[in-house]
C-alpha cells in the first residue's frame, strides 16, 4: 500500500518536472529586478544579451528565451556614470524559480554638502537640508566666516534645499543663498548663509 | 519495531506535555516590542499603557524591549492585550495574536512594532498667473523641494488662469525631524521666495508654507 502511493507519487512528480522542462525548447523568461538605480549608463548581459537600462528602471527582462537547466550568467559590462552596481543570485541553471531571483542594487556615490556662514557673532544658529542639520557656532574671533558641513552627504544628480532652522539667540538673523540645487559630482561647499 | 518506536514516542509526548502543566499552574502574560523586520527594538518614547483584560495595566518606559503584566494567569484564562495610551509622537500595533487562552502556547508572547507619526507638508504659492505656458520640454512652472530625503514638487500654472495654487509633498514628514522648503527650479521670467518654509515636524500636519513668485 505504502509502496503504491510512493510510486504513484513519483510518477506525478516526474510528469510534472517533465512538463516544466518544456522539452528543453527554451521557454523561461530571464529577468532581473533592479533597486536604486538612479543614473544612466548601466549596461548588463547575459549571453549574446546586451541590455542598455535607463535610469529609474526597476526591472529588466532579457529578449532571448532560455531553456530549463541551462546555465545563465548575468554581468555588469558597464556600471551607471558616479553609481555602482552589485549584483545577486546572477549565476544558475535555469528554472522557473531562478529566472526570476536575479537581483541589481544601485548606490549612487555621494558627496559632501556644505558651505560658509557670514558675520556670525551669536550661538544657537541651525542650518538644515531638510531632515539634515548642522548647529553653527561663531568663529573664536566673532563675526569671521564659519565652514559647515552636513552630517548626511548628498547622492550625485540629487536636489538639496538650506534653509534657516534657529536663529541665533542674539539677535541676529540669517539668510542662506545659493541654497538649493542638484548635487555635483563632488563635495560642494557653496552654499552661503549671511548674518547681520 | 516500527510500532515500538511509535509507542516510545508518543509515551515521550505525553510526558513533557504532563510535565509542562503540572510545573506550571499560572501564566505570564508577556511579550516584545520589535522592528518591521522581527528583531528587537527599544520603545524610544514613553507615554505608552498597555492593558490586559480591560484591568490589569503596565506602563512602559522608554527603552523597554519586554514586558510581563503584573497579574499570572491560570491555565485556560483568557488574555485581551490592548493599547490604552500609545507612546509620544508614535503609533504602535501588534504583529502577532494579542487575544488568546494562556496554556495554548509554552507561553504567552505578544510582539508589538512601533512607528514615529508623521504629517505632510504643504502650503500655497502664488503669483502663479505669470507662470510661462506649459511646454512638452518644461511643462512646470517651478519646482520646490524639501531638502534631499523629503521629496520635490512640480508646481504647475492653474488651467483656469488662478494665480494660487495648493501643494502638499508626496512625502510625509516624521514628527520629530525637520523640514526645509526651498525653490530648486525658478521659472524664467520670476523670481519665487519661500516663506514659512523650515521648521520642526511636531503633532500636525503643516501646511502654511508660502511661495511668492513676482515677475523679474
Do not use: W
Not at chain 1, 527554451?26 to 529577468?31: A, E, F, I, K, R
Not at chain 2, 515636524?201 to 515677475?215: E, R, S
Amino acid at each position: 500500500m505504502k509502496s503504491l502511493t510512493l510510486r504513484a507519487g513519483l510518477a506525478l512528480l516526474c510528469a510534472a518536472t517533465l512538463s516544466a522542462c518544456g522539452g528543453g525548447s527554451g521557454s523561461l523568461v530571464l529577468q532581473t529586478t533592479i533597486v536604486g538605480l538612479i543614473k544612466d549608463g548601466l549596461i548588463i548581459t547575459n549571453g549574446g544579451d546586451t541590455l542598455t537600462v535607463p535610469a529609474n528602471t526597476t526591472g529588466i527582462t532579457f529578449p532571448t528565451l532560455i531553456g530549463a537547466d541551462d546555465q545563465f550568467d548575468i554581468e555588469i559590462k558597464q556600471q551607471p556614470t558616479h553609481a555602482n552596481c552589485v549584483l545577486a543570485n546572477n549565476k544558475n541553471k535555469a528554472n522557473v524559480y531562478t529566472v526570476v531571483q536575479s537581483s541589481i542594487t544601485c548606490t549612487t556615490d555621494s558627496y559632501n554638502l556644505g558651505g560658509t556662514v557670514f558675520g556670525l557673532t551669536g550661538t544657537g544658529l541651525v542650518i538644515a537640508n531638510g531632515a539634515d542639520r548642522v548647529s553653527v557656532t561663531p568663529s573664536p574671533n566673532p563675526g569671521a566666516p564659519v565652514a559647515f558641513i552636513f552630517p548626511t552627504k548628498v547622492p550625485d544628480g540629487s536636489p538639496y534645499g538650506v534653509t534657516v532652522l534657529a536663529q541665533p539667540t542674539n539677535g541676529q538673523v540669517c539668510e542662506a543663498y545659493n541654497n538649493s540645487g542638484n548635487m555635483p559630482s563632488g563635495d560642494s561647499s557653496a552654499v552661503g548663509v549671511n548674518c547681520h | 519495531m516500527k510500532f515500538s518506536y511509535l509507542r516510545a514516542l508518543a509515551a515521550l509526548v505525553l510526558g513533557v506535555a504532563l510535565s509542562a502543566c503540572g510545573g506550571k499552574a499560572s501564566f505570564d502574560v508577556s511579550g516584545v516590542f520589535v522592528d518591521t523586520l522581527g528583531h528587537s527594538q527599544a520603545v524610544p518614547n514613553s507615554g505608552m499603557i498597555l492593558t490586559d483584560n480591560g484591568g490589569d495595566d503596565i506602563s512602559i518606559p522608554a527603552g523597554a524591549t519586554s514586558f510581563t503584566f503584573p497579574h499570572r494567569l491560570s491555565y485556560g484564562d483568557n488574555y485581551d492585550v490592548e493599547f490604552k495610551q500609545q507612546p509620544d509622537h508614535m503609533t504602535c500595533s501588534f504583529t502577532n495574536f494579542n487575544t488568546g487562552s494562556a496554556g495554548h502556547t509554552i507561553s504567552i508572547s505578544v510582539s508589538i512594532t512601533c512607528a514615529q507619526n508623521t504629517y505632510t507638508l504643504g502650503g500655497t504659492a502664488t503669483g502663479l498667473a505669470n507662470c510661462p505656458a506649459p511646454t512638452s520640454d518644461i511643462p512646470y512652472c517651478l519646482t520646490v523641494t524639501n531638502g534631499t530625503t523629503g521629496g520635490t514638487f512640480n508646481i504647475t500654472k492653474p488651467a483656469d488662469g488662478t494665480d494660487n495654487a495648493p501643494f502638499t509633498f508626496a512625502s510625509p514628514v516624521r514628527d520629530g525631524d525637520s523640514y526645509g522648503v526651498t525653490v530648486l527650479t525658478q521659472p524664467a521670467n520670476m523670481n519665487c521666495t519661500v516663506a514659512n518654509g523650515a521648521g520642526i515636524m511636531h503633532d500636525a500636519n503643516v501646511g502654511n508654507v508660502l511661495v511668492t513668485c513676482v515677475p523679474k
